[in-house]
């Protein structure tokens, strides 16, 4: 009898780019569970967004044509940097609304397999192992969020992406300070890896009084 081989998928660099890329619109804007960082941390209303089914899982995505433009950009930017093995970390940011304060940053750390992007080799890693991986992380997000403090006031976002000194900036981007936290409470969340780029996940949030005490 012959023996079973799980089948790889074939991942090129800008296949890998575009799995990456497109995790972070939904890793921002996603509900799996009725539950993300955008939605139930109140940063935009409920019936605002629409369910749709990504991963595997439930969620809802905003129909606010301001961010879905954003957010699409954003992809595309992300998608090039990925490709050219210049992007290191993407950070979404939520601030209040009425003093700028940094109440939580979302962090992504990026590793490039520095081989595929030099000599344009490939890798293989199963489509199912990728989702299930992004799928816990997804999981993480909807858990999490339930137990970080309460954002009582209005709250913005925004998006930090830190690459290399030689890459070429858009316009539309604009240089920025970190938008640190200052002693703030973290949460490592699971990583997933395409075989090109593994992105590792962290959350910090600003510190309730209570804790303080």
């Given at each position: 009898?012959?023996?079973?081989?799980?089948?790889?998928?074939?991942?090129?660099?800008?296949?890998?780019?575009?799995?990456?890329?497109?995790?972070?619109?939904?890793?921002?804007?996603?509900?799996?569970?009725?539950s993300s960082i955008l939605?139930?941390?109140?940063?935009?209303?409920?019936?605002?967004?629409?369910?749709?089914?990504?991963?595997?899982?439930?969620?809802?995505?905003?129909?606010?044509?301001?961010?879905?433009?954003?957010?699409?950009?954003?992809?595309?930017q992300l998608s090039q940097?990925?490709?050219?093995?210049?992007?290191?970390?993407?950070?979404?940011?939520?601030?209040?609304?009425?003093?700028?304060?940094?109440?939580?940053?979302?962090?992504?750390?990026?590793?490039?397999?520095?081989?595929?992007?030099?000599?344009?080799?490939?890798?293989?890693?199963?489509?199912?192992?990728?989702?299930?991986?992004?799928?816990?992380?997804?999981?993480?997000?909807?858990?999490?969020?339930?137990?970080?403090?309460?954002?009582?006031?209005?709250?913005?976002?925004?998006?930090?992406?830190?690459?290399?000194?030689?890459?070429?900036?858009?316009?539309?981007?604009?240089?920025?300070?970190?938008?640190?936290?200052?002693?703030?409470?973290?949460?490592?969340?699971?990583?997933?890896?395409?075989?090109?780029?593994?992105?590792?996940?962290?959350?910090?949030?600003?510190?309730?009084?209570?804790?303080?005490?």
């Amino acid at each position: 009898m012959a023996s079973k081989t799980q089948t790889k998928d074939i991942i090129t660099i800008k296949g890998s780019a575009a799995i990456v890329s497109e995790f972070f619109s939904y890793a921002a804007n996603r509900i799996p569970f009725a539950s993300s960082i955008l939605y139930n941390r109140g940063v935009y209303p409920e019936e605002s967004f629409t369910k749709v089914k990504k991963y595997g899982l439930p969620m809802l995505l905003t129909q606010d044509e301001g961010v879905k433009s954003f957010l699409a950009n954003l992809t595309s930017q992300l998608s090039q940097w990925l490709e050219a093995g210049k992007l290191q970390r993407v950070v979404l940011v939520i601030m209040s609304k009425l003093t700028s304060e940094v109440l939580e940053r979302w962090n992504f750390n990026i590793e490039t397999d520095a081989e595929v992007v030099e000599q344009g080799v490939s890798r293989e890693k199963s489509d199912k192992e990728i989702m299930r991986e992004i799928q816990v992380i997804m999981r993480q997000i909807a858990s999490c969020v339930t137990y970080l403090p309460c954002l009582d006031d209005p709250c913005v976002f925004d998006v930090l992406a830190y690459t290399d000194m030689d890459v070429a900036v858009p316009f539309t981007w604009i240089e920025s300070d970190a938008k640190l936290i200052k002693n703030p409470q973290m949460v490592k969340l699971h990583s997933f890896d395409t075989k090109i780029h593994k992105v590792d996940t962290l959350v910090s949030y600003k510190n309730d009084e209570w804790d303080e005490q």
